[in-house]
């Protein structure tokens, strides 16, 4: 005779009563109510990440509308008993109305086509039939298309629950048919807690390994909020584990995850600026068999428990950690700041995308790991949009300065067309004009920036500030001076700005030690604005500064003698009368 085949835990513990539906409370509730009320929908979706209950609730809800003896749990709402032929027949899963269709493999119109047949029948067994489609985002459109008369109007005691894992791919058309429900992920507590139910029941009914609570922790971190995974590995470690008490080191090395010990080894190396601390403690974990990815994963949580209790100290009910690792991560991001913090967690998330695409992933992970121990801040998006636009505001400041400067308002005059000469001027011209000898000499033309700078009476004390500090050189673009008094050397502006900056103490350390540079009796430099006290009014100028030279029409009494000189030669003169060109300019 054989014997028994050993059931699987997550098989052997699925939930048989919703007053065992761990986590989603919110959900047993809600359906406890509708079927105490008899308020009983024609169709349900459930949708929730994997091992959260879907599929349990399914058949729950199956097994409390076919119960010959319902009965009421400690808040007072109906709940099946457990015990009645019904109930017990759909524990064995050979209840004839309930009929479960795994969407995956049956996604085609004809698979739909045969349910809508089999869907007018009678229930053969129970009160209600139960059609539980499981990944029901798999159908195709045309399948969809099939049943959605059959879902919006089905025959009398029939019920579809529908589950997903993916709701965003099953057309609005079906889900405003249903009444639908959203599990959550169950925290790591409540999995710890029934995890440590599960194995007290199980060291009573024979041989199995005890575990620490910290490797139960393990277990319920590496689950990730479902109970099917927790309950898997669970299993796993108790077929495989040889030691009578399981601990923590354990699990992780089973899992390939991190620890906290390993995690905030890491964690102190970058913070404290030690790359290479780092490195040997990622090349030891490569060795070890840790993939990249791992490594980043763990990483990437455990930096983000840093950002997290940075910010908000009691945040301990969103991240579920032990009170004393808790302690430790404070005490290891005390001198650290929030936005170094963000920088480390979007960094690392990056980065954590471009390993899943890189050839040399472990290349990859060590660089960015030697940038965040460096402290490198520069070449985040962040820190280079703050820069740039600190720059953008000081380019607009010189700009707006450099406008109001004599060079700014100096600008060379819109040269003219020239009109070509007539034919009658033409026939007028002599075809050979005397030769002259040219004695004039053009002489070296001047800036004008370089002749305002030349006469300006306080040249020198300009020509002094810029040899200490081109920034305060520029804010005293369109100053005015008065000269000194009493030790006192005035020095009036135009704009707030530019004297809240020459009064800042470097800058005003730099004026005076100019001032005292050019005059020799300067105790002290006074920046004023335009209207303080003894400043001058915006409008009035010094008649001892000097006057700027206005070469505007010089340069353009030059341009045209030179445009007739070119155009009264012979060759020009009879190339405008045979090709009548349009003259848009003369140079020289």
Request: proline fraction near 6%.
């Amino acid at each position: 005779m054989n014997a028994p085949q050993r059931q699987n835990l997550y098989r052997k513990y699925r939930p048989q009563r919703f007053s065992e539906l761990a986590g989603q409370e919110h959900i047993s509730k809600t359906i406890q109510s509708a079927v105490s009320t008899d308020r009983i929908a024609h169709a349900y979706m459930f949708s929730g990440p994997r091992g959260t209950g879907k599929t349990s609730s399914a058949r729950l809800l199956a097994k409390i509308l076919n119960c010959l003896n319902l009965q009421k749990d400690s808040n007072g709402l109906s709940d099946c008993c457990g015990v009645c032929n019904n109930c017990r027949r759909i524990e064995e899963m050979n209840f004839m109305d309930i009929i479960e269709i795994d969407a995956a493999s049956n996604n085609g119109v004809e698979d739909i086509r045969q349910m809508r047949e089999k869907v007018k029948y009678r229930p053969a067994e129970g009160k209600y039939k139960i059609y539980i489609i499981d990944e029901v985002h798999m159908l195709s459109g045309s399948a969809f298309n099939a049943f959605l008369k059959t879902l919006e109007e089905p025959p009398p005691n029939v019920i579809f629950v529908l589950a997903t894992t993916d709701p965003q791919k099953v057309p609005a058309t079906i889900i405003s048919r249903c009444q639908c429900f959203d599990f959550h992920s169950v925290s790591r507590a409540t999995i710890q807690k029934r995890l440590a139910e599960i194995v007290a029941q199980e060291r009573k009914e024979g041989p199995f390994p005890d575990f620490q609570p910290e490797a139960l922790f393990a277990i319920a971190d590496s689950a990730q909020g479902g109970f099917r995974d927790a309950l898997s590995l669970l299993d796993q470690i108790s077929s495989s584990a040889i030691a009578e008490t399981i601990s923590s080191d354990l699990v992780l090395e089973m899992t390939r995850r991190l620890g906290h010990s390993v995690l905030r080894e890491i964690g102190t190396a970058v913070f404290a600026k030690k790359p290479a601390a780092v490195i040997k403690v990622v090349n030891d974990l490569f060795f070890r068999g840790y993939e990249p990815m791992t490594i980043a994963r763990d990483l990437l949580e455990y930096f983000r428990c840093c950002m997290i209790l940075k910010i908000d100290a009691q945040a301990n009910q969103v991240l579920e950690l032990p009170q004393e690792h808790i302690n430790e991560i404070a005490k290891q991001t005390e001198g650290l700041s929030h936005k170094y913090l963000i920088t480390v967690v979007t960094r690392l998330e990056r980065t954590l995308g471009a390993i899943k695409n890189s050839f040399q992933a472990k290349i990859l992970l060590e660089a960015e790991l030697i940038r965040l121990s460096l402290g490198d801040e520069i070449y985040t998006p962040e820190t280079l949009e703050k820069r740039v636009e600190k720059l953008e505001q000081q380019i607009s400041v010189l700009k707006r300065l450099g406008t109001n400067s004599p060079a700014a308002n100096y600008s060379r005059p819109e040269r003219t067309r020239a009109p070509y000469p007539s034919p009658a001027v033409s026939q007028a011209m002599p075809s050979s004009p005397p030769a002259r000898e040219n004695t004039y000499k053009k002489p070296p033309l001047e800036t004008p920036q370089s002749i305002v700078q030349k006469a300006h009476p306080f040249a020198d004390f300009k020509k002094a500030v810029m040899e200490r500090s081109g920034i305060c050189h520029a804010l005293l673009a369109t100053a005015q001076f008065k000269k000194p008094e009493n030790g006192v050397f005035k020095i009036i502006l135009d704009h707030s700005f530019s004297k809240d900056k020459l009064c800042d103490e470097k800058n005003l350390a730099i004026l005076t030690e100019a001032a005292k540079a050019v005059y020799k009796d300067v105790t002290s430099v006074l920046p004023l604005l335009v209207g303080e006290s003894d400043a001058k009014p915006a409008n009035e100028i010094d008649t001892k500064q000097a006057k700027v030279v206005d070469y505007e029409a010089e340069i353009k009494k030059m341009d045209e003698n030179t445009r007739k000189r070119l155009l009264a030669k012979p060759e020009f003169a009879s190339a405008i009368e045979v090709f009548e060109p349009e003259i848009i300019d003369v140079t020289k």
